[in-house]
């Protein structure tokens, strides 16, 4: 296998939805630094001022709302052709999501807005063979009591990358997810001021410590190189270990 295997040929045209913060944030600048040409949204003007990023020839920020079909739809219009979509925005409402509309939001925008994405994005992606990859969560796998509906839409994310790759093969189109585990992020700040919760989880995972969103990026970047030509339907755990145990 050669080294090419692991670059981006020329034109390299990445999507990151949801990609002003955290992870995102973190993906769209490996992919930028790997020589792709990356569009990145997020939710307001207001995340795209204290994401830290400046437009360039390489980089484009956009405002969008994962909810509106509409509006999904039109920015998916502007590409012509797209070599990696990434659906990386999420929400959760600690305690919250026992209330059925805060349910439905979170289910709306982590697990709805990633499929509307996908098809929003099908076109573009098959004509440059493109793949996908859906930013699912190891609470896929291993629940937690106060956020039912966050891990409910990301054991959804887990379903829909399996059967969209099933469905889009013949495009074709790859897909695949990737799990992150405890990474240290805005969305989790505050539970990590509890130093004895913080600590437990760092004991918990096999690494010994939280991950650094850097960590997750490096693992989208390599599902849409030629070296992970073969790979389709799979699931990336990126979590210290954590579910090994």
Not at 87 to 97: F, H, Q
Request: proline share 3%; glycine share 10%.
């Amino acid at each position: 296998m050669s080294s090419q295997q692991f670059q981006f040929a020329p034109g390299f045209r990445a999507v990151v939805i949801g990609g002003l913060g955290g992870i995102g944030l973190a993906i769209v600048r490996l992919l930028r630094d790997l020589g792709a040409s990356v569009a990145a949204t997020g939710i307001s003007e207001a995340d795209i001022s204290a994401c830290g990023l400046s437009a360039s020839d390489a980089l484009s920020l956009h405002v969008l709302d994962v909810t509106d079909d509409a509006a999904m739809r039109d920015f998916a219009g502007r590409f012509d052709g797209v070599d990696l979509l990434v659906n990386c925005a999420g929400i959760l409402r600690r305690d919250e999501e026992f209330e059925l509309d805060v349910f439905r939001k979170v289910l709306d925008v982590n697990l709805t807005g990633t499929f509307s994405a996908c098809l929003a994005f099908r076109e573009a992606l098959a004509k440059k063979h493109g793949s996908i990859v859906n930013i699912a969560s190891m609470n896929a796998y291993s629940g937690l009591p106060r956020i039912p509906a966050y891990c409910a839409s990301k054991a959804g994310v887990v379903m829909l990358t399996k059967s969209l790759a099933l469905a889009w093969a013949k495009d074709p189109i790859r897909v695949n997810a990737v799990a992150p585990g405890f990474i240290e992020t805005a969305i989790n700040a505050e539970g990590r001021k509890d130093t004895a919760h913080y600590q437990r989880i760092a004991g918990r995972t096999a690494l010994g410590r939280w991950g650094q969103p850097e960590e997750v990026a490096g693992t989208v970047a390599f599902l849409a190189m030629p070296a992970s030509a073969y790979v389709t339907g799979s699931v990336f755990a990126v979590d210290g270990g954590f579910l090994a145990s």
